[in-house]
């Protein structure tokens, strides 16, 4: 059987199309005509932002079969570029009336990635730029600097709002800004146009956890630094193993015997949002996890590999009488400056 390479394991945009929100104007231009993918400018873009996409840290959820987007995307009356257009529609309604919305278009895209179909989009913020602009005065050709207010995100820039729907099940991933509707900073995208609550992301979840730990080791004098190495290096072992964060492993792993504050810990953790299921691109997280990055007090900082970390014939923290803490780096063949 042949082996995925990476570039299978990545979404791959096969159609796509473009609607301008124009807050300013308070219009939406709906595009009639696909994007032509074999246009270097239009290929080198929607490659970037197939690449951008894998950077972010999603939220995660199932959208209810009864709702408007999938009334959409589940109709056999609509064609691509209709239901793009519907969609646009829903978004222009709900952004419309929130005053900090910028101006952007929304890039709308069917995908593939493992043999799965999806829909998504991606709403591109203006940013302002300065460019020249070319203009005739008495028949001289006169070179002048304007402000450009509808520049999009270059071509490595984080995506600020996302959506992506699979076709199969109706799961889908999400990065939402947050902004006032009605009196209230919410979560516009998933509360209103969705109408759903999403997991956290893996970086909320982790912060989560990382206060309930850091209450609990407070309450019964664990190190910080020891209990965070612990939680780094349970998380990167249950996302290699069962692709989740598992909150029993975590507490197995940093308070061990100490049983009435694992129960304490996981007692925390049932009142608040976290959930185990988060990752949704394992390697990503994998590596992110693998190394131990310490900043000791002295300004020094380090970044351990998790199997080097855990060998105490390569390094080791020793607990001094005066309460300082030495490391001790052993064994180490060769020196080698990255400068």
Same mark, same amino acid.
């Given at each position: 059987?042949?082996?995925?390479?990476?570039?299978?394991?990545?979404?791959?945009?096969?159609?796509?199309?473009?609607?301008?929100?124009?807050?300013?104007?308070?219009?939406?231009?709906?595009?009639?005509?696909?994007?032509?993918?074999?246009?270097?400018?239009?290929?080198?873009?929607?490659?970037?932002?197939?690449?951008?996409?894998?950077?972010?840290?999603?939220?995660?959820?199932?959208?209810?079969?009864?709702?408007?987007?999938?009334?959409?995307?589940?109709?056999?009356?609509?064609?691509?570029?209709?239901?793009?257009?519907?969609?646009?529609?829903?978004?222009?309604?709900?952004?419309?009336?929130?005053?900090?919305?910028?101006?952007?278009?929304?890039?709308?895209?069917?995908?593939?990635?493992?043999?799965?179909?999806?829909?998504?989009?991606?709403?591109?913020?203006?940013?302002?730029?300065?460019?020249?602009?070319?203009?005739?005065?008495?028949?001289?050709?006169?070179?002048?600097?304007?402000?450009?207010?509808?520049?999009?995100?270059?071509?490595?820039?984080?995506?600020?709002?996302?959506?992506?729907?699979?076709?199969?099940?109706?799961?889908?991933?999400?990065?939402?800004?947050?902004?006032?509707?009605?009196?209230?900073?919410?979560?516009?995208?998933?509360?209103?146009?969705?109408?759903?609550?999403?997991?956290?992301?893996?970086?909320?979840?982790?912060?989560?956890?990382?206060?309930?730990?850091?209450?609990?080791?407070?309450?019964?004098?664990?190190?910080?630094?020891?209990?965070?190495?612990?939680?780094?290096?349970?998380?990167?072992?249950?996302?290699?193993?069962?692709?989740?964060?598992? +909150?029993?492993?975590?507490?197995?792993?940093?308070?061990?015997?100490?049983?009435?504050?694992?129960?304490?810990?996981? #007692?925390?953790?049932?009142?608040?949002?976290?959930?185990?299921?988060?990752?949704?691109?394992?390697?990503?997280?994998? +590596?992110?996890?693998?190394?131990?990055?310490?900043?000791?007090?002295?300004?020094?900082?380090?970044?351990?590999?998790?199997?080097?970390?855990?060998?105490? #014939?390569?390094?080791?923290?020793?607990?001094?009488?005066?309460?300082?803490?030495?490391?001790?780096?052993?064994?180490?063949? #060769?020196?080698?400056?990255?400068?």
């Amino acid at each position: 059987m042949k082996k995925q390479s990476e570039d299978d394991k990545m979404l791959k945009i096969t159609k796509a199309i473009l609607h301008i929100l124009d807050s300013d104007s308070d219009s939406l231009l709906c595009g009639q005509v696909e994007l032509d993918a074999q246009d270097y400018a239009i290929r080198t873009y929607l490659e970037s932002v197939e690449k951008r996409i894998e950077k972010l840290d999603p939220k995660v959820g199932k959208l209810d079969p009864a709702s408007d987007i999938v009334k959409v995307l589940s109709s056999s009356e609509l064609n691509f570029i209709e239901q793009t257009s519907e969609i646009a529609q829903l978004f222009f309604q709900l952004t419309r009336a929130i005053e900090e919305a910028p101006s952007g278009d929304l890039l709308c895209f069917e995908a593939e990635k493992m043999e799965e179909k999806y829909f998504g989009f991606v709403k591109l913020n203006y940013k302002p730029q300065y460019t020249h602009y070319v203009d005739y005065v008495d028949d001289k050709m006169s070179n002048n600097i304007i402000l450009n207010k509808a520049i999009f995100p270059g071509l490595t820039q984080k995506l600020d709002e996302f959506l992506l729907i699979s076709y199969d099940d109706f799961s889908f991933e999400l990065v939402e800004k947050k902004y006032v509707v009605d009196g209230e900073k919410i979560d516009y995208i998933s509360e209103k146009m969705l109408q759903t609550i999403p997991t956290p992301t893996v970086t909320e979840n982790i912060s989560i956890m990382k206060k309930a730990i850091k209450k609990v080791a407070d309450k019964y004098n664990e190190e910080k630094f020891v209990s965070m190495s612990n939680v780094q290096e349970a998380v990167y072992e249950s996302i290699e193993a069962e692709g989740v964060i598992s +909150k029993e492993l975590v507490a197995d792993k940093v308070f061990e015997d100490n049983h009435s504050a694992k129960q304490e810990y996981l #007692e925390i953790m049932e009142q608040t949002r976290f959930d185990e299921k988060a990752p949704v691109n394992v390697p990503k997280y994998e +590596k992110k996890y693998r190394n131990q990055k310490l900043k000791l007090a002295n300004g020094i900082e380090m970044s351990i590999p998790l199997d080097v970390y855990k060998n105490k #014939e390569l390094i080791e923290f020793i607990n001094n009488p005066d309460g300082t803490i030495s490391v001790m780096i052993k064994n180490v063949d #060769e020196i080698v400056n990255k400068f």
